[in-house]
């Protein structure tokens, strides 16, 4: 049973940074790509960012770019996001996802759909 365990979440001051970080107990070898998704009481779970091992290619949605950063070592089994100039309205429930299906295009991985592994979630509160 594959687990993908999420760290780093916490409250942070609006325009701090905040660091998450998501090891999977079992190699990633297998995964094509691991992302980061959000959620909010009462709302759908959105996408945040993603990385395709093929290539290190990365996706992030609209409201986070130049923000955020999405890293990840393969060999470590890790994905690592990278937070900056935070805003309240980033605060969510972020939830580490990975993927064990292909896309050629890599912008395939800013939906839920390829993704069947998901963590249990870490908690960023953003204050004002």
């Known amino acids: 049973q594959v687990r993908l365990v999420e760290s780093g979440g916490g409250l942070v001051q609006a325009g701090g940074s905040l660091r998450l970080s998501c090891t999977a107990s079992?190699?990633?070898?297998?995964?094509?790509?691991m992302g980061w998704f959000r959620q909010t009481p009462g709302s759908e779970r959105e996408f945040v960012a993603a990385i395709r091992w093929s290539g290190g290619r990365t996706v992030y949605s609209d409201p986070v770019k130049g923000r955020f950063t999405i890293t990840g070592d393969n060999a470590m089994n890790t994905v690592i996001l990278q937070m900056s100039n935070l805003k309240p309205e980033d605060t969510a429930v972020y939830y580490c996802a990975a993927s064990e299906d292909f896309c050629e295009d890599y912008r395939c991985y800013g939906i839920r759909a390829p993704y069947g592994e998901w963590g249990q979630g870490t908690q960023v509160i953003v204050s004002s």
């Open positions: 079992t190699r990633t070898f297998s995964y094509y790509a």
